[in-house]
T-cell receptor, first 115, second 114 residues
Framework: EAGVTQFPSHSVIEKGQTVTLRCDPI?????LYWYRRVMGKEIKFLLH????????ESGMPNNRFLAERTGGTYSTLKVQPAELEDSGVYFC?????????????FGPGTRLTVL | QKEVEQNSGPLSVPEGAIASLNCTYS??????FFWYRQYSGKSPELIMS????GDKEDGRFTAQLNKASQYVSLLIRDSQPSDSATYLC??????????????FGKGTTLSVSS
C-alpha cells in the first residue's frame, strides 16, 4: 500500500511569488491534515479535511494560505503571496474516519524556502 | 494555549541500555497519545499509540500513560544505534471525535552510542 505522497519535495521561491503544494493521502483515508514545521519550532497543525469538506482550519496563519481538496482525494495548499516567514517544512498526513483515536500517517514533507 | 512539553535533549545512552523519553501535556481532556520517530530530513513515523492509563508494549517499545498526572512516556529497551533520532510526542486536540488534529512537542533527540 502506498503511503502519503507530497509534491514537490523542495521549493525555493522569492517573496511575493505563489507556490502550490500537493498531497496525495493513503487510498481510502478520508481525513487529510496539513501541518507545518518552522525551523526551531514544533510541528503545528494548519487544517483538517474530511473528504472534500474543511473540518477545522483554525491553524491557518492568514488568508494568504488557501487549501483545497476537490473530489475528496488529493489536496493542494497554495501560498499567495509568499512571505519570508512562510519558510518551513509542510507536512501532510492522513487517517481513516471511523474511530475517535485514528492514527495519522505522514508524508515526506515539502521544504519551502522563501527568499 | 494547549501545549505538549518534552525535554529537547540530547539524551545519550549506550547501546543495549534503556532509553526513557518523557512528555507532559496541558489539555486534561486529551484522549489519544502518540509517539513518532523522525530521522533527520525525514517525515515523522508513527511508532506507538496509547489511549488508556497504564502500559502498552510493542517489541522493544513501551508507552506509559498517566492521565491524572498528564504524563506520557516512551521506553526503548535494548537501544540500538539505529534508534538514534528525534522522538516526537503528539496529543489530540479534541476528544471523542473521529479524526482530530494533533499537538506536537518539540521532540527529544536520542543518541545511542555503540
Amino acid at each position: 500500500e502506498a503511503g502519503v505522497t507530497q509534491f514537490p519535495s523542495h521549493s525555493v521561491i522569492e517573496k511575493g511569488q505563489t507556490v502550490t503544494l500537493r498531497c496525495d493521502p493513503i487510498s481510502g483515508h478520508d481525513n487529510l491534515y496539513w501541518y507545518r514545521r518552522v525551523m526551531g519550532k514544533e510541528i503545528k497543525f494548519l487544517l483538517h479535511f474530511v473528504k472534500e469538506s474543511k473540518q477545522d482550519e483554525s491553524g491557518m496563519p492568514n488568508n494568504r494560505f488557501l487549501a483545497e481538496r476537490t473530489g475528496g482525494t488529493y489536496s493542494t495548499l497554495k501560498v499567495q503571496p509568499a512571505e519570508l516567514e512562510d519558510s518551513g517544512v509542510y507536512f501532510c498526513a492522513s487517517s481513516q474516519v471511523g474511530q475517535g483515536n485514528s492514527e495519522q500517517f505522514f508524508g515526506p514533507g515539502t521544504r519551502l524556502t522563501v527568499l | 494555549q494547549k501545549e505538549v512539553e518534552q525535554n529537547s535533549g540530547p539524551l545519550s545512552v549506550p547501546e543495549g541500555a534503556i532509553a526513557s523519553l518523557n512528555c507532559t501535556y496541558s489539555d486534561r481532556v486529551s484522549q489519544s497519545f502518540f509517539w513518532y520517530r523522525q530521522y533527520s530530513g525525514k517525515s515523522p513515523e508513527l511508532i506507538m499509540s496509547i489511549y488508556s492509563n497504564g502500559d502498552k508494549e510493542d517489541g522493544r517499545f513501551t508507552a506509559q500513560l498517566n492521565k491524572a498526572s498528564q504524563y506520557v512516556s516512551l521506553l526503548i529497551r535494548d537501544s540500538q544505534p539505529s534508534d538514534s533520532a528525534t522522538y516526537l510526542c503528539a496529543v489530540n486536540i479534541h476528544s471523542n471525535q473521529a479524526g482530530t488534529a494533533l499537538i506536537f512537542g518539540k521532540g527529544t533527540t536520542l543518541s545511542v552510542s555503540s
